[in-house]
């Protein structure tokens, strides 16, 4: 069982529709990503949060949208998307470190189980 | 790209044999991973090498890393039917925010 929850499992929308994936951890993690996945190809990065500020933004449209509430809570905010957004969407979580230079972590990754995304 | 690149793309055996799975990056690295994901669903991190290891021991198995061919093997030993999901191998980059992964093998086990 993953300690990674994303909601909801599978979500249908039109193109001019607005809706929002949502994804929770509670092991403490301080980093939160969005990745989206195309079926039989390898994760793409789409946003990074380090201590609730977006640290990396892989050059993604802006009808997608993140959110980080708070440490446990990461959102993505979607609106006129495009039939060829369909994909799978993982939410992930790492441990990181502190330094006086900054944030850095082993990038291990936690993965929840995907929110499955069709656009009509 | 900085994604690295798996083969096979896709690997068939029978239960009980071994499965040999291969990755190669492009730039220096602090570590290496390797995820499991079974189909539809999210990824397991499965093991991690470091940049100053040879060779990780997990369970049934085992990854190698050879920093001066860039390159990595996952090797499933005595595999299973249930071992049947898709692995890929990850790179951490800009202090550990920026994980990229490569294509990935499909991994099928016959029982």
């Known amino acids: 069982d993953t300690e990674v929850t994303q909601t909801p499992k599978h979500l249908v929308m039109g193109m001019t529709n607005k809706k929002s994936l949502k994804c929770e951890q509670h092991?403490?993690?301080?980093?939160m990503y969005w990745y989206k996945q195309k079926a039989k190809k390898p994760p793409e990065l789409m946003f990074v949060?380090?201590?609730?500020?977006?640290?990396i933004n892989e050059s993604v449209p802006s009808r997608f949208s993140p959110e980080c509430p708070n440490s446990s809570l990461l959102n993505l905010h979607l609106h006129a998307l495009q039939p060829e957004d369909s994909a799978l969407y993982l939410c992930?979580?790492?441990?990181?470190?502190?330094?006086?230079?900054?944030?850095?972590?082993?990038?291990?990754?936690?993965f929840g189980e995907g929110s499955r995304l069709t656009v009509l | 790209s900085q994604q690295g690149e798996e083969d096979p793309q896709a690997l068939s055996i029978q239960e009980g044999e071994n499965a040999t799975m291969n990755c190669s990056y492009k730039?220096?690295?602090?570590?290496l991973q390797w995820y499991r994901q079974n189909s539809g669903r999210g990824l397991v991190h499965l093991i991690l090498?470091?940049?100053?290891?040879r060779e990780k021991h997990s369970g049934r198995l085992r990854v190698t890393l050879d920093t001066s061919k860039k390159s990595s093997s996952l090797l499933i030993t005595a595999s299973r039917a249930a071992d049947t999901a898709s692995y890929f191998c990850?790179?951490?980059?800009?202090?550990?925010?920026?994980?990229?992964f490569g294509a990935g093998t499909r991994l099928f086990v016959k029982a």
């Open positions: 992930a979580s790492s441990q990181e470190r502190l330094w006086t230079s900054g944030a850095t972590n082993t990038g291990e990754l936690f």
């Open positions: 092991m403490g993690h301080r980093a």
């Open positions: 949060y380090s201590y609730e500020k977006l640290s």
């Open positions: 730039t220096s690295i602090n570590n």
């Open positions: 090498i470091r940049s100053n290891e």
């Open positions: 990850a790179a951490p980059y800009t202090g550990g925010f920026k994980t990229i």
